[in-house]
Structures are given as structure tokens and as C-alpha cells.
């Protein structure tokens, strides 16, 4: 990408009109480099059926550690400069790959939140998210070594991997 804002779209997503210009405006008059939207959840039938709410701003990282408050990659508008110096997404992880990046981005970027559910999750079908053995077989372990690697006592280390094996319930009884 070349301009000075990435935002991404996922296929089954959708943005409110304002969306890009008003993450495009927070970027611009304020510290943070990333901005995230809060996420309307709709079903087959367009109703919605839960809102994610874009609350934690600054330095995620701690709350990274313990859940992904930024969530689905479509909610996110970056800064170009910002993931210039970041590794790019992990290719190889079937899930998760959105939480990891974010780990790893929380190393040197400040996020913004926009409270007002600028993006659209469509909730239909099969979703890669839920899938159960490529969380727990792929994803688990390198997430676990992301946040390993981001905090330093045993007890955090202990808090956000029960956190982390709660998610991954989740996943299972989902499925």
C-alpha cells in the first residue's frame, strides 16, 4: 500500500459511510497511530445481534494481553509509518492472526478508539474465527509466545494465559 492510511476490509464486512473520514481526523489531530471502530454484529437476517464497543485507548498492550479489545481487522485504520518498522501479518496462523499483529504492534503503537459501531460484521455462515483445532493447534501457541513475551511476572504470565485458554473454550464450545 502506498497512501499514508491503511484500512482493512474483510469480504463479509462493511463500513458506515464516515467510517475512513473520521479515523483519517483522529489520526491526524491526535497521538494515536491506529484507530480502531466500535463493531455493530448482524445476522442473516440484518438484525443486530451484539455490539463490540471501542473503549481502551493508548497502550493496549496490557489488555492484549488478556483479550483483543481492537477485534475484527476491519474496525482498524493504521498509520503507513506506523507498521513500516512492524513485522507484516503472519501468514501462517488460520486465525488470530489479527490479535497476534496487534501484540505486536502494541510494542510501539498508540491506539484510538471511535465509540460510535463504524463497521458492520456480518455474522452468516461458517467463520474461520471459529474454528476450534487450528486456534488451539496453530494459534494458541504463538499468541501465548506473543504475550509471553510481553510481560515479566509469573503471576501475568499465569492471569493472561488463563485468559487466553477461556477464548479458546470458547472456541470449543462454539464448535
Not at 474483510?10 to 467510517?19: F, N, V
Not at 463493531?39 to 455490539?51: H, L, M, T, W, Y
Request: glycine share 4%; charged share 25%; net charge negative.
Amino acid at each position: 500500500a502506498s497512501g499514508s492510511y491503511i484500512a482493512f476490509l474483510d469480504s463479509d464486512d462493511e463500513w458506515a459511510p464516515d467510517k475512513i473520514k473520521r479515523q483519517v481526523e483522529q489520526l491526524r489531530t491526535t497521538e494515536y497511530e491506529a484507530s480502531y471502530t466500535s463493531v455493530k454484529q448482524v445476522d442473516e437476517n440484518g438484525e443486530i445481534n451484539s455490539v463490540r464497543h471501542a473503549r481502551n485507548e493508548g497502550n493496549l498492550q496490557e489488555s492484549l494481553t488478556k483479550s483483543n479489545p481492537i477485534g475484527i481487522f476491519s474496525s482498524l485504520m493504521i498509520s503507513k509509518n506506523a507498521i513500516d518498522g512492524n513485522n507484516p501479518l503472519d501468514p501462517d496462523l488460520p486465525c488470530w492472526q489479527d490479535w497476534e499483529w496487534y501484540l505486536r504492534l502494541s510494542d510501539s503503537v498508540l491506539f484510538g478508539a471511535i465509540v460510535q459501531p463504524l463497521t458492520i460484521r456480518h455474522n452468516e455462515g461458517d467463520q474461520i474465527s471459529d474454528s476450534f483445532y487450528p486456534k488451539r493447534e496453530q494459534a494458541y501457541p504463538v499468541i501465548l509466545q506473543r504475550v509471553r513475551e510481553r510481560l515479566t511476572s509469573e503471576r501475568d504470565i499465569s492471569t493472561a494465559k488463563s485468559h487466553l485458554q477461556t477464548h479458546l473454550a470458547y472456541a470449543a464450545l462454539s464448535n
